[in-house]
C-alpha cells in the first residue's frame, strides 16, 4: 500500500471517528476494534517497552499535579512558557521542563513551538476535584501499594492475601488499614472522598437497571410484622447513593436509612433531612432489623472472603426470612474475558485492601457460604460489569 493509499485510510477513520462522538455504542464499538488494529500493527518489542515505562508519565504527572503546573496550565487561555510555569510553582525551570515533555505525546498538553504548552481537554479533568483528588491518592497510597505486592507476594510464597497485613501495609511499613491510614492524613482522606464521588458519578445510578417498584415496593412497608424501613445504605459514605433514591422515589414507603462512621458522617454537608444518619460499625451486628432492603454498594470487594462472611453475618441476623433482601452493587465478572477496567481494579484491590473484584462464580460461592441464595443478578449492560445482586437468607 503506497503512502497515498495510507493517507486515504486515516481520512476515513478520521471522519468516521468525528461522526460517532455522540453515539457512546457505536464510539465503544469503533474504539475497540481501533485498539486491536493497533495491537495488531504494534511488533512484542514495541508493547514490551511501553509496558516497561508506563509508569513513568504518570508519576511525572503526579508531580505536575502536585506543584500546581497543571492547575495554572489550565487557567490559562493563552500557551504557557516552561519559565513562566515554573515560576508560577516556585520550581526550578529545568524540572518543570523534563516533566512536561512526556506530557504532549500523551495528549495532557499541546506542544507549541518555543516550546510554549497549552491546556487540553484531558488536562482540564485534572483540575476537576475528583479526578485531581483520585490522581492524589494513587499515587499517594495505590502505587505504592502496588510497588508493595510482588515482594509481599513473593515473602508469603504467593499466597492469597487475606486480610491485614497484607501488601499495603508491607509496603508503608503500618499496621493500620488503608482506611485506618487516610482517616489519619485529613487531607488524603478528602482527596479519597472527592474522588470515590466523581467515579461514582460517571455511572448509572443502581435502580436504573434494577427493578425498584417490582422489588422493593412490591411488599407493604411497616405492617406487621416488618420494620417501618424501607432500605438501609450501610457504608454508604457521604450518602449519594441513598440521596439519589429519594429523589428517583420521593414517595417510596417506609424510612431511609444512612449508616457509616460517626467521622464520616459528621462530614456530610447536605443530605434530605427525611434520611436518617445512623453510626454503624458493620463489622458489628446490624442495629436496624427487619429492614426490606440492605443495600451495600463496593464494601464486599474491599475484603477478603473472610472478612465479607463477618460482615454477610451481621447483616443476616437482622434479615427477616421472606421479606427482607440484601442488594449487593459490585462488579459481576464474567469467568472469562474480564473488561480490562475491573480487571485492573481487581488487583489494586488485593494489594490495597485484600480484597477482591468477585466473578459471578465467586459470589455465588461467597453467598451460599455466608447462607443466601441469590435471586438474580441485574447487570448494567451498558458498563464494564458493575451488578446488583439480589439476594435472601436460605
Request: aromatic share 10%.
Amino acid at each position: 500500500m503506497g503512502n497515498l493509499d495510507i493517507s486515504e485510510a486515516v481520512t476515513s477513520i478520521r471522519s468516521l471517528c468525528a461522526s460517532v462522538q455522540h453515539d457512546d455504542d457505536a464510539r465503544g464499538q469503533l474504539k475497540a476494534e481501533l485498539d486491536e488494529a493497533r495491537k495488531s500493527l504494534e511488533t512484542p518489542v514495541e508493547a514490551l517497552w511501553t509496558l516497561l515505562f508506563q509508569y513513568i508519565p504518570t508519576t511525572a504527572l503526579n508531580a505536575l499535579v502536585n506543584m500546581g503546573a497543571v492547575d495554572r496550565l489550565n487557567e490559562s487561555e493563552e500557551p504557557l512558557s516552561v519559565k513562566a510555569l515554573a515560576e508560577a510553582c516556585g520550581a526550578d525551570e529545568s524540572v518543570v521542563h523534563r516533566l512536561i515533555r512526556p506530557m504532549g505525546p500523551l495528549g495532557v498538553v499541546e506542544e507549541l513551538p518555543g516550546p510554549m504548552y497549552l491546556a487540553t481537554p484531558l488536562s482540564k479533568l485534572l483540575s476537576d476535584p475528583g479526578f485531581k483528588g483520585g490522581y492524589i491518592f494513587q499515587h499517594s497510597l495505590g502505587v505504592r501499594a502496588m510497588a508493595g505486592l510482588p515482594p509481599f507476594l513473593q515473602k508469603t510464597g504467593y499466597k492469597m492475601p487475606m486480610g491485614a497485613p497484607g501488601p499495603f501495609q508491607y509496603a508503608l511499613q503500618t499496621e493500620d488499614s488503608i482506611y485506618e491510614y487516610m482517616t489519619k492524613d485529613g487531607d488524603l482522606l478528602s482527596h479519597f472522598e472527592k474522588f470515590m464521588a466523581r467515579s461514582r458519578a460517571d455511572r448509572p445510578e443502581w435502580f436504573t437497571f434494577y427493578p425498584v417498584k417490582e422489588r422493593l415496593f412490591s411488599q407493604a412497608v411497616g405492617s406487621e410484622p416488618h420494620s417501618d424501613v424501607m432500605m438501609v445504605d450501610i457504608g454508604g459514605g457521604q450518602g449519594h447513593d441513598i440521596q439519589a433514591f429519594r429523589t428517583a422515589f420521593p414517595d417510596a414507603p417506609g424510612r431511609l436509612v444512612l449508616q457509616d462512621t460517626e467521622t464520616v458522617l459528621g462530614s456530610i454537608k447536605t443530605l434530605d433531612s427525611t434520611i436518617e444518619k445512623q453510626p454503624h460499625d458493620f463489622f458489628t451486628p446490624q442495629p436496624v432489623h427487619g429492614a426490606r432492603a440492605y443495600y451495600l454498594r463496593q464494601i464486599i470487594h474491599n475484603y477478603s472472603d473472610e472478612e465479607a462472611l463477618e460482615i454477610l453475618a451481621n447483616v443476616k441476623m437482622a434479615m427477616t426470612p421472606g421479606y427482607s433482601l440484601l442488594l449487593l452493587d459490585d462488579f459481576c465478572l464474567p469467568d472469562e474475558k474480564a473488561p480490562y477496567y475491573p480487571a485492573l481494579l481487581d488487583v489494586l484491590m488485593m494489594a490495597a485492601f485484600t480484597g477482591t473484584e468477585r466473578t459471578e462464580t465467586q459470589w455465588y460461592s461467597l453467598l451460599d457460604r455466608a447462607g443466601f441464595k441469590i435471586n438474580r443478578i441485574y447487570r448494567d449492560v451498558a458498563g464494564q460489569g458493575e451488578s446488583v445482586i439480589e439476594a435472601e437468607p436460605k
